[in-house]
């Protein structure tokens, strides 16, 4: 369970993100959505304890501030926008990065944490590039194994920033899966940041719609994937309409030929 209450954050004295409150149940998933600098990444940092904030950020029910790093790693995962790749590591070197926060002082990995890095490799379509130097992926597979060391932590709280940029239709479904399964079966509960409003809307539960920083609108896809809304806060030319599944597909309008 995740609660921010009135949460407030910025750099260097300047916010960019003002006011922000919402509970995100235990195994629930909450989409923040917004135009480009609206504020998204850097509450997404707030909430992993990683920007300073004012208000209040509490994981299961623990002030983010008062829990050590090491507490922290073992109750957040969080996968940067732009994450830094460690030079000269292997994918399931990197992937075994995750294991970390579970091992003793001094501890090296032993065959479990192996194990749990190859479900995750598998799981993600990875396991043919165990092996493989991580500057020789591509960005989709790169991206894939960033998201493999979050997942070999195996916390309670999964924080993803975009981590469908790069991602193949195919990749990105999969991948959304995954993380949909670990929060069905294991209660894990997801923030993400998400720039497709269709991929937010099937997999969200609610929908955070941040603008320079405020929330302007809340709530379940129906709720928040309004046409109007969206046309406004984003300055887009765009439709909402009904999916196969029943739920809000948001497509873009061309500018009609003159
Ligand atoms: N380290 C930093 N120092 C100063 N300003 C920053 C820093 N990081 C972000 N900003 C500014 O804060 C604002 C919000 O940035 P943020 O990355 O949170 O937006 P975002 O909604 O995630 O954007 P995008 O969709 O483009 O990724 C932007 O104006 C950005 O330039």
Redesign the pocket.
């Given at each position: 369970m995740i609660e921010l209450v009135g949460v407030s954050a910025?750099?260097?004295g300047?916010p960019?993100?003002s006011g922000v409150s919402v509970p995100v149940p235990r195994g629930s998933w909450l989409a923040i959505i917004?135009?480009?600098?609206?504020?998204?990444?850097?509450?997404l940092k707030a909430i992993a304890g990683l920007v300073p904030c004012s208000g209040s950020v509490l994981l299961d029910g623990k002030p983010v501030g008062e829990l050590t790093s090491r507490e922290r790693a073992r109750a957040v995962g969080y996968a940067p926008?732009v994450p830094v790749l460690p030079e000269g590591l292997s994918v399931t070197d990197y992937a075994l990065l995750g294991r970390t926060p579970h091992l003793g002082a001094l501890a090296r990995e032993g065959a479990r944490d192996l194990s749990v890095v190859q479900q995750v490799l598998a799981r993600l379509d990875l396991t043919s590039l165990a092996g493989r130097q991580l500057r020789t992926l591509s960005g989709g597979e790169r991206q894939r194994a960033v998201l493999a060391r979050v997942l070999a932590q195996q916390t309670g709280i999964l924080l993803l920033?975009?981590p469908t940029t790069g991602l193949d239709i195919g990749h990105a479904q999969s991948l959304l899966d995954l993380v949909d399964r670990l929060r069905t079966e294991d209660g894990t509960t997801v923030v993400s940041?998400l720039?497709d409003l269709t991929l937010a809307g099937q997999y969200a539960d609610q929908l955070l719609l941040?603008d320079r920083?405020s929330v302007v609108a809340k709530g379940n896809a129906a709720t928040v994937l309004d046409s109007e809304v969206l046309a406004r806060h984003y300055d887009a030319r765009l439709a909402v309409l009904d999916g196969p599944d029943g739920n809000p597909v948001v497509v873009p309008k061309r500018r009609p030929i003159e």
């Open positions: 910025g750099y260097r300047k960019v993100v917004g135009p480009n600098g609206a504020g998204k990444s850097t509450l926008q920033d975009e940041t720039h941040l920083g």
